[in-house]
């Protein structure tokens, strides 16, 4: 199915290089070189290349609208190659990071990875609890709630989520779960899933006993059993 990408840049001839590999590669593109004009195509794109330095107004804040309205899959593209600019983006929800000059082969390949995630198939088709309750995961619609109270997630963060959910008690690697969730084997990003459990935690509202835990040289496994 023909997927629509909206390439945010304020310069045309990258909007136009970028286009030109996306269209080569079966997606439809949309263009915008402002914030205002991006955030009024994001209704028909179902996902967003969003240059961080943008005329009017800061790429960080379009990608917060966006996410505040839903969960439409972000890559971010920086000039910089800053690690605290690739984590505050991160923890804004973005679904991945590129630094500019970067290859547009590879961009495309990390716009296929994120959608390739983002249509993910479920491995239930019921909802599934664990701790007693304490944490139920929708895998079917997609929904997560804690002691019954429903959590909004990211499409990253969810797929963190049902990847540890899937073996509880597993200890799975930071490397492992960037393949599952990222799609990526490159060590430089596998610090990443830092930065998103961080984020999960606080959203589940991640206190003692923990739902996610950290086991110390190696990354992170669910800490609550499945129910029966």
């Known amino acids: ?15 136009a290089l970028v286009r030109g590999y996306l269209e080569r590669d079966g997606h439809s593109v949309l263009e915008a070189g402002t914030a205002a004009r991006a955030l009024e195509l994001v209704p028909g794109a179902d996902l ?10 800061a790429g960080e804040e379009v990608a917060r609208q966006v996410r505040a309205a839903g969960d439409m899959p972000i890559i971010m593209v920086t000039a910089k190659a800053d ?28 716009v296929d990875a994120v959608l390739r ?5 479920s491995v239930d088709a019921t909802p599934v609890s ?26 990253t963060e969810f797929d963190l989520l049902n990847t540890l959910a899937a ?7 930071r490397l492992e779960l960037v393949r ?17 459990v961080k984020n999960l935690r606080r959203k589940l509202a991640d206190r003692p006993p923990r739902l996610v835990i950290t086991v110390p040289g190696v990354g992170y496994k669910l800490g609550v ?4």
């Open 225 to 228: 059993d499945r129910d029966a």
């Open 130 to 155: 664990f701790g007693g309750g304490a944490l139920c995961i929708d895998a079917e619609r997609r929904e997560v709630s804690v002691d019954e109270h429903p959590v909004s997630l990211t499409r």
């Open 48 to 57: 967003m290349i969003l240059d961080l330095r943008l005329p009017d107004r």
């Open 83 to 110: 690690e605290a600019q690739r984590i505050a983006g991160l923890r804004l929800g973005a679904d991945d990071y590129v630094t500019k000059p970067f290859s547009p082969r590879e961009l495309v390949a990390r």
């Open 167 to 173: 073996r509880p008690g597993r200890v799975w690697s």
């Open 180 to 196: 599952r969730v990222q799609r990526e084997e490159q060590e430089a990003y596998e610090r990443t899933i830092d930065v998103h």
């Open 1 to 15: 199915m023909q997927r629509t990408v909206l390439v945010v840049d304020d310069e045309p001839k990258i909007r």
């Open 117 to 121: 995630r983002a249509a993910g198939t």
